[in-house]
């Protein structure tokens, strides 16, 4: 049986994730510190469904603590999936994002390598391509140009991750994630954000005038990504997970006005700070070297989503 460290398994990706991970045979151990950065209820009700994983709460970027875990538990694996997620948040509270997602990278590197533990996967993200011009977002396009401080410190990850692969041969997986959304997922995103406003009738805000465009990845292929990648250690490699279509904001939107046969009130504003306009992914890699094969379409997706959302939050 292999025994795998989740970390962030509280969280959005982390509950799929360890979920998939459970239901196939591996023994599972989460750290999160249910932190309040959106609703800790949601976290609390990911790590009920969670039967079969052991749930430790505890922060990442406490060293000592992270060295006993490591000490009780030997790991075989590392999917390292907490950090202080969002770009816009980055921009009031740059240091919280510092502590997570840089010291708390740095000891997990430390104690994988400490502890004997070969194998670490962890999350990237799309931000890493800030303003990028070229579309798609290839893996070897250049990314020195962020745009936020979240994009810097997960640039900065990829490079922590480098270093220790070449220094102390880890297995190092670094996967660019692009907008996932599904059951379960994050209260600050746009599909919630929009599903509850429209619920509630409240204005729903479109940034940028509605000239943005995400490559939207249903949760469940991220998970089959994540799975491939946990299962298939390289050296060193990154990869883009998306479903590898860009879609218009605007008809993001109109996906969900579809489910509720009503048209969501609108307010137009402006591009908001570290924000990119446009997410397109190349995913020719992954499909070949991880076999990833996204299959779930927007429809499907946001659909599910809503699904879940009036059965969570009892909406009739
Ligand atoms: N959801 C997306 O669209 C997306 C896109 C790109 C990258 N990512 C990355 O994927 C990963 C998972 O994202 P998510 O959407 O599930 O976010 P999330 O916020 O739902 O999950 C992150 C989890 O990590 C935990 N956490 C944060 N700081 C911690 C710390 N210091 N110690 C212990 N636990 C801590 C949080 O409590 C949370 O449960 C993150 O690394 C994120 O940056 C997500």
């Not at 196939?24 to 151990?29: L, M, N, T």
């Not at 997990?108 to 999350?123: I, S, T, W």
């Not at 009738?201 to 799975?227: C, H, K, P, W």
């Not at 996204?294 to 909406?315: A, E, H, L, N, R």
Request: net charge neutral; hydrophobic share 40%; with cysteine.
């Amino acid at each position: 049986m292999t025994k795998i460290l989740v970390t962030g398994g509280a969280g959005f990706i982390g509950f799929h994730v360890s979920k998939a991970l459970v239901a196939r045979g591996d023994e599972v151990v989460i750290v999160d510190n249910f932190n309040d950065y959106y609703d800790v209820g949601l976290k609390e009700a990911r790590a009920k469904e969670l039967f079969g994983a052991t749930i430790i709460r505890a922060d990442i970027s406490d060293y000592k603590t992270m060295n006993k875990i490591f000490e009780t538990h030997s790991f075989d694996k590392v999917c390292h999936l907490a950090a202080q997620a969002g770009v816009r948040y980055s921009v009031t509270n740059p240091f919280v994002y510092e502590r997570s997602n840089i010291l708390g990278t740095l000891n997990l590197l430390e104690l994988c390598r400490n502890h004997g533990v070969k194998d670490f996967v962890f999350a990237s993200s799309s931000s890493v391509y800030g303003n990028n011009k070229k579309l798609p977002f290839s893996e070897d396009d250049r990314v020195d140009n962020p745009i936020s401080l979240y994009a810097a410190t997960k640039k900065s990850n990829e490079e922590m991750a480098y270093v220790y692969h070449q220094l102390y041969n880890l297995n190092c997986t670094g996967l660019r994630f692009f907008t996932v959304y599904g059951p379960y997922g994050r209260p600050d995103m746009a599909l919630f954000l929009f599903t509850k406003a429209i619920i509630e009738g409240q204005e729903v805000a479109v940034f940028n005038n509605g000239e943005m465009a995400r490559d939207f990845t249903y949760i469940s292929d991220i998970v089959s990504g994540v799975l491939a990648a946990i299962d298939k250690p390289f050296g060193f490699e990154i990869f883009n997970l998306a479903r590898g279509e860009s879609i218009r904001l605007l008809d993001f939107i109109s996906e969900i006005e579809k489910n509720f046969g009503v048209l969501a009130n609108k307010k137009f504003l402006p591009i908001q700070l570290g924000d990119v306009s446009k997410t397109s992914a190349d995913i020719s890699k992954a499909k070949k070297l991880l076999g990833y094969n996204p299959k779930t379409s927007i429809s499907v997706g946001v659909k599910q989503f809503i699904d879940w959302y009036k059965s969570f939050y009892k909406v009739v």
